[in-house]
């Protein structure tokens, strides 16, 4: 699979780290709530630890950050 950053396509070569990372981003487009929001940080902040051992790219971190944070602000817009 390819993970589009920033123009840049870099492929994702391990499966378990692809279908986390996937895990992840759908969990955080799900969010309608503070409190889902907040267990996405949670999620994200494990994501983080559990792979920086294996060294994924920290693209992958960045794309993390910014979904959450583009979410976040989804949801303050429809309060």
Do not use: W
């Not at 993970?3 to 396509?9: D, M, P, S, W």
């Not at 889902?36 to 920086?52: D, I, P, R, S, T």
């Not at 992958?60 to 976040?72: I, W």
Request: glycine share 2%; proline share 4%.
């Amino acid at each position: 699979m390819l993970t589009h950053h920033n123009k840049v396509l870099m492929p994702l070569t391990n499966p378990q780290l692809e279908n986390s990372y996937n895990k992840v981003i759908a969990v955080i487009e799900s969010c309608k709530t503070k409190e889902q929001l907040e267990g996405a940080h949670f999620m994200v902040n494990n994501f983080k630890e559990l792979y920086k051992n294996v060294g994924y790219p920290k693209a992958l971190s960045y794309n993390l950050d910014r979904k959450l944070e583009q979410q976040l602000l989804e949801y303050q817009y429809t309060i």
